[in-house]
């Protein structure tokens, strides 16, 4: 046999023998060595989460959406690549871990991604996490739409996952069960370390459903952008009197279509951006400060209550018309004051404004015709008829609204009795009358109350797309009412800024007192509708502004209305500018 075929059978026979020796050596000697790492390897099923349906407004404009998000974390020890990860992260250390994995980066850049999942991979005590984040792209109405935050201890009670996100306020909470989706599961095999070895999807999660609202994101952000101004005029009314100015503005914009009930926008003041409760790492200086922020950013002060003023009178002229406890035609000399019940009781005006009925009642908020009016009805019929006919304008009650709101009081002589213990006194009709008192209504509430103004039919306002039924309101007075608002801005307190306005409008202007507080403190209403008449040719509108101890209605509140209405209708210039003489 040749000495080359011999080496080769040699170096076969060796490899041979190599072979059998690594075999003896993982069947015998290392036997149970595997057998115990391969009982580590391990099969859990697992829950997947589902993906939060989004929030539109009505346009298709994204306003919660979930994003993706990457986290860095490091166990402590040794890492590969240590240096060349500082670098892309701009650190200039690993943070030491105390009680267990600490987050190194969190919200990683898109970019940075790819690149650091490429260096730690196969790295034990240092791995990118992915998670879910919610985010609002476009953060309006921040009282509205709300919030979500991680599951609490409750929440997790409830069967909710540490990892599911939950509403917390606004929309995101009302909406939860719509919102929320349901989770899948996966079968899912680990190996002694917990690392993945394979996944299996046994039932996919269902993703929350997507809601899309009657908000206009154009005209919410002009309804946002004229309350924020409106700290101006505010201030502009301070100084005339000598007060003290004001840093922030606190109020509130409701706008409807008088027609269906739909909210097109509501604005609240001061705001706040919903992003803020969804940051990851949590900034708690940050929410702290808003939470203890004494002008209550948190609040939304479209569905509070508050006395109404003379945007009210609307509601008073129609219980004693329709209750014939006053004539239509009926007319009274709107006097600088008058006294009842050992009181004089002042109109805003000191002079006497002559003979009134109650179209320039109205147009001119003459407190004294309605003193005046009362008193000829007899002050408890009054209150009774009062009463009755708020709550057919749907005062004192909810909206439809999905979201938490005060429901405002309508006083009446029973509710007087039974929380004070007292009668009703015939004076405190007058006040109600005016709408100061213990009258209270929400800013939603009295647009809801003048889309049955301007349509004779109280709707029930919504602010996620659908219909909603609409309640006719029996009466024969309407047109008269109707003829009163448009005056006020054709000649009446409204006359300075609307008076030109390209489209039509009618409206109410309102100042009511604030117990304890000196003028110029009081709180500014403006309600207005339009077109009216109705023309055909722009769509019909609601609007009403709140500002909190605004001063005069006509100089606060009622250029954040006309600013919104340019901003629905699309005027521009100084039409939808114009500001107070």
């Known amino acids: 046999m040749p000495d080359r075929l011999r080496l080769m059978l040699l170096l076969a026979y060796l490899a041979l023998f190599l072979l059998g020796l690594r075999l003896f050596e993982l069947q015998v000697l290392l036997h149970q060595r595997y057998v115990t790492e391969s009982r580590g390897n391990y099969l859990k099923t697992e829950s997947i989460p589902a993906p939060r349906g989004r929030i539109l407004d009505r346009n298709g404009v994204v306003l919660a959406k979930n994003r993706v998000a990457y986290d860095l974390y490091y166990a402590g020890g040794p890492v590969r690549f240590r240096a060349r990860i500082l670098d892309i992260l701009h650190l200039k250390a690993l943070p030491e871990p105390k009680d267990g994995p600490v987050v190194v980066a969190a919200n990683l850049p898109e970019a940075l991604v790819p690149t650091l999942a490429e260096l730690t991979a196969g790295q034990k005590n240092l791995w990118l996490k992915e998670r879910v984040e919610r985010t609002y ?87 946002e952008k004229a309350l924020a101004e409106a700290l101006s005029d505010v201030n502009a009314g301070r100084r005339k009197l000598g007060l003290p ?205 003048y889309a049955a103004l301007y349509t004779g039919r109280l709707p029930r306002l919504h602010l996620v797309t659908g219909t909603a039924p609409a309640r006719q309101i029996p009466g024969r007075y309407f047109g008269l009412l109707r003829q009163g608002l448009r005056m006020t801005v054709t000649e009446g307190t409204a006359r300075f800024r609307l008076k030109d306005f390209p489209v039509p409008t009618a409206g109410k202007t309102g100042t009511a007192e604030t117990p304890g507080k000196r003028a110029g403190f009081e709180h500014a209403w403006y309600a207005g509708f339009g077109p009216w008449p109705p023309d055909g040719k722009h769509r019909p509108l609601v609007v009403v502004a709140f500002v909190e101890n605004g001063g005069e209605g006509s100089r606060a509140a009622l250029p954040v209305v006309k600013k919104v209405m340019a901003a629905f209708w699309g005027i521009t210039g100084a039409d939808a500018t114009a500001r107070h003489p």
């Open 137 to 223: 792209p476009n953060p309006i109405a921040g009282a509205v739409i709300g919030y979500v935050q991680p599951a609490s201890p409750e929440d997790l009670k409830r069967g909710y996952q540490p990892d599911d996100l939950v509403g917390k306020a606004g929309l995101e909470a009302a909406l939860e069960d719509r919102l929320r989706g349901r989770r899948g599961l996966k079968l899912v095999e680990r190996d002694a370390r917990g690392a993945i070895l394979r996944e299996e999807v046994l039932k996919p999660p269902v993703p929350g459903e997507d809601v899309r609202l009657t908000l206009d994101y154009r005209l919410q952000k002009a309804a």
């Open 245 to 449: 100015l004001a840093k922030t503005l606190r109020g509130a914009v409701v706008a409807i279509n008088p027609e269906t009930g739909a909210v097109l926008a509501m604005a609240s003041a001061p705001a706040f951006d919903p992003n803020l409760f969804v940051r990851h790492p949590v900034e708690a200086g940050a929410i702290r400060a808003v939470i203890q922020n004494p002008a209550k950013p948190l609040l939304n002060r479209a569905v509070q209550a508050y006395p109404p003023g003379s945007t009210f009178k609307p509601i008073t002229a129609s219980a004693l018309l329709e209750a014939h406890l006053v004539p239509p035609d009926q007319v009274f000399r709107c006097l600088p004051a008058i006294r009842f019940g050992g009181q004089l009781r002042r109109n805003w005006s000191a002079r006497d404004m002559g003979p009134m009925d109650v179209r320039r009642a109205l147009a001119f908020s003459c407190n004294t015709w309605f003193y005046q009016a009362v008193i000829q009805a007899g002050p408890l019929k009054a209150l009774d008829a009062i009463a009755e006919r708020a709550r057919a304008f749907g005062l004192g009650e909810p909206t439809g609204l999905l979201l938490k709101e005060r429901t405002g009081l309508v006083p009446t002589r029973a509710w007087k009795r039974k929380t004070f213990g007292e009668p009703w006194y015939p004076g405190e009709t007058l006040s109600v009358a005016i709408g100061q008192g213990p009258v209270l209504v929400s800013p939603a509430q009295l647009a809801r109350a």
